[in-house]
């Protein structure tokens, strides 16, 4: 997926555990899809990379379609500072 292709609405949440928030906005929001954008810091925290699969295997098991974000984390820590930096994530549906 391209980028330009996502749309512009973005749902953030006050640290990875607090996934569990989101999921009634998600189902009143009435999307389908959901992009996760984790900071790049789960390649190396796994109470991170925890949060991100439990999150993920929840909105599979409601029925989205997950894609996962993802980039090197020497072009960014979050997803805001690789694109200010010039970088684009890589997408990989679930």
Do not use: H
Not at 29 to 52: T, W
């Amino acid at each position: 997926e391209e980028i330009s292709e996502i749309g512009t609405t973005v749902l953030a949440i006050p640290g990875v555990n607090a996934w569990r928030i989101a999921m009634p906005v998600l189902k009143d929001m009435g999307v389908e899809k959901v992009y996760l954008a984790f900071d790049a810091d789960l390649v190396e925290n796994q109470k991170v990379r925890k949060a991100l699969i439990d999150f993920a295997t929840e909105l599979k098991r409601v029925g989205y379609n997950v894609i996962i974000a993802a980039w090197n984390p020497t072009q960014g820590k979050g997803l805001d500072d690789t694109m200010q930096a010039g970088f684009k994530p890589v997408f990989q549906r679930l």
